[in-house]
């Protein structure tokens, strides 16, 4: 998927247990850190040797020490025996702690490689994502690709290291006997078929009805208020109940596969041990083989069916993390929709592009390294979210260096639509936008948007400080920079208030301010980045009416000097601009000072009445 379509189902891939399609992509996350897997894989092999001495040991010690009376004979095995359990121990912990570490180390490199990748994408990613399953993609599936590699490939490879010895110990052992234990495997192999087949279905239902739950969840608790305010609590809790209930019933399926496999694979190892006995202790009567050759066969058997159990719980892992790794690589494999000119990476001059118009060149950033004017121009934009539903249609408008310029017009009209893509969150399918005759799409983005102050109706505030979010834009600003813009927009009467001044804390999208201080905030943060151009949209409709005459203060006081496109529903606000722009369905209808538009009697008129009668 590159760019568009969303992920609305992508909590329902239900990946093979084993993928070498997503393997081969996993496994370079793995070449950093091969030493340590090379180190791990030979501490299995170290410690899987030392495990099946001991059983061995046992059988020696009852044939040779215990049944010949020989207590010396007897004391050696018994230090053998400690230091096999010993050395089985020390292996153990040293490939445990490096499994970790490696899973660890992964988690972090491949969570940073995510986050930073969603940093790049383009605005239309994220209209068409929940920011929820994001989330979820950067922190449970990241965890459970990490638990894949240090639960996952070399604990499986030390289960295979131990079926195979202790299969090479039995037939060494007695070969008659080992048939006799193997006998059981077919029976064994087909409980594992089908307690996987069921257990894929079960798995499929809670990870859909999982994806389900957490979706209400996000939902309702991010709308509490509304829920309260609509007085919807036992209505929402009933909802939430069916949902849980539904999330229930398919953990309850899969914990009856499980609870029912565990006991299958008991009774088939109780009866290879029961065979085990009758042959055995019949081969011991007869004296065909020694007692302590018995008791470590019977050791040797006990122990085999435990990673074959093992192996089937790491089905489960597997099946997992290969859906989590499907869906994190659709999302490292979507492209940004929104480029930079060829070249050009960061904003860093790596490339030439050309100025269209009048033919000068431009180095990469090196058309905004000059002082920029803040002349815009659209000429002939289209523009559609999706296919060939056009909320722009071929728009053509210029500003002036210095202008200020006012875009009004209805609900849907395409006003906010018109500023997005000259901050190239979107791209025009057709016509262009230039900026001092640049078109817009041959400058980097990140030196476009800082020439691009830009204060919205909704405002976003960072957890952290006053200042923190004061300097967001910008790098070594001083605090007295700070503190001079919060003064011009007037926010520096309510900072000083609060306990710490600048200092203060910011909680999470700024919760302990109010709207119209988030609002002054947010004028204060784009003056601290001196930008030419300023955007202004809605920006004033969420303050009350006195914080509003102080800001429209400090508005015209910040707008002097620059390029400023506003959008205001409230055409009182506007009736200074040096021109008005207004947009019907999608087009550019009228255009004019306010007293023209006023003398012109058309839509900004009926518009105007409409408000002021109201």
Not at 134 to 144: E, F, K, P, S
Not at 402 to 421: C, D, N, P, Y
Not at 561 to 575: M, N, Y
Not at 576 to 595: A, C, K
């Amino acid at each position: 998927m590159h760019g568009s379509g969303g992920y609305h189902d992508d909590d329902l891939v239900l990946g093979k247990a084993y993928d070498q399609r997503l393997v081969r992509r996993l496994l370079p996350y793995l070449r950093p850190y091969r030493g340590k897997v090379a180190l791990s894989v030979a501490l299995v092999a170290g410690s899987t040797a030392a495990f099946l001495v001991q059983p061995r040991l046992i059988g020696m010690a009852i044939d040779e020490g215990l049944r010949a009376r020989d207590p010396d004979r007897l004391l050696a095995i018994a230090l053998a025996f400690c230091g096999a359990e010993v050395l089985s121990f020390a292996f153990a912990y040293a490939q445990s702690y490096l499994l970790q570490s490696i899973g660890q180390h992964i988690l972090r490199d491949l969570r940073m490689q995510l986050f930073s990748h969603l940093q790049t994408l383009s605005v239309e990613f994220f209209d068409r994502n929940p920011v929820g399953r994001l989330v979820t993609r950067v922190t449970n599936d990241v965890a459970a690709l990490a638990e894949l590699f240090s639960s996952g490939f070399i604990v499986v490879i030390g289960d295979l290291f131990l079926i195979g010895g202790l299969a090479v110990a039995m037939l060494l052992l007695d070969a008659n006997l080992a048939l006799r234990v193997f006998a059981v495997m077919p029976f064994l192999i087909a409980a594992t078929i089908v307690f996987r087949n069921r257990v894929r279905h079960t798995y499929r239902e809670v990870r859909r009805r999982l994806a389900r739950l957490n979706a209400f969840l996000q939902e309702h608790v991010a709308g509490a208020r509304v829920v309260q305010l609509f007085a919807q609590e036992a209505r929402m809790a009933a909802r939430f109940g069916e949902v849980n209930e539904s999330h229930y019933a398919a953990t309850r399926d899969s914990v009856f596969y499980h609870a029912l496999f565990t006991p299958v694979v008991t009774v088939i190892s109780a009866t290879a041990i029961g065979l085990l006995l009758w042959s055995g202790g019949v081969a011991v009567a007869e004296q065909a083989i020694q007692i302590g050759v018995l008791v470590a066969f019977i050791n040797y058997a006990m122990t085999l069916f435990e990673p074959i159990r093992d192996l089937s719980e790491k089905y489960n892992i597997f099946q997992g993390a290969m859906a989590s790794a499907e869906r994190i690589f659709r999302i490292l494999d979507t492209r940004p929709t929104v480029v930079d000119p060829a070249g050009v990476a960061g904003g860093r001059e790596e490339g030439v592009a050309r100025v269209e118009g009048d033919g000068a060149p431009l180095r990469g950033a090196g058309v905004l390294a000059r002082p920029v004017r803040g002349e815009i121009r659209f000429e002939n934009v289209w523009f559609a979210y999706e296919g060939e539903r056009w909320v722009l249609e071929d728009v053509s408008w210029s500003a002036r260096p210095g202008e200020r310029v006012a875009i009004v017009g209805a609900t849907g009209a395409g006003k906010s639509t018109t500023l997005a893509l000259l901050q190239r969150f979107y791209d025009p399918q057709r016509g262009r936008i230039l900026l001092d005759g640049v078109d817009i799409r041959s400058i980097p983005q990140r030196e476009l948007r800082r020439r691009i102050g830009t204060v919205q109706q909704d405002v976003f505030l960072f957890s952290g400080t006053i200042d923190g979010n004061l300097r967001l834009g910008v790098d070594g600003v001083s605090r007295d920079a700070l503190v001079a813009a919060a003064r011009a927009t007037h926010a520096d009467g309510f900072i000083s208030r609060l306990e710490g001044g600048y200092d203060a804390p910011v909680r999470e999208r700024g919760a302990t301010l109010s709207v119209g201080q988030r609002q002054l905030l947010a004028f204060a943060r784009t003056l601290v980045c001196d930008p030419p151009v300023l955007v202004l949209d809605e920006a004033t409709a969420s303050v009350d009416v006195e914080t509003e005459r102080a800001l429209q203060d400090a508005v015209w006081k910040v707008m002097s000097g620059r390029t400023a496109l506003v959008i205001a529903h409230r055409l009182s606000t506007i009736e200074g601009m040096d021109r008005i722009l207004v947009m019907h369905h999608g087009r550019l209808r009228e255009e004019g000072s306010h007293g023209e538009l006023l003398a012109r009697g058309g839509i900004y008129a009926k518009l105007y009445r409409l408000q002021f009668a109201e």
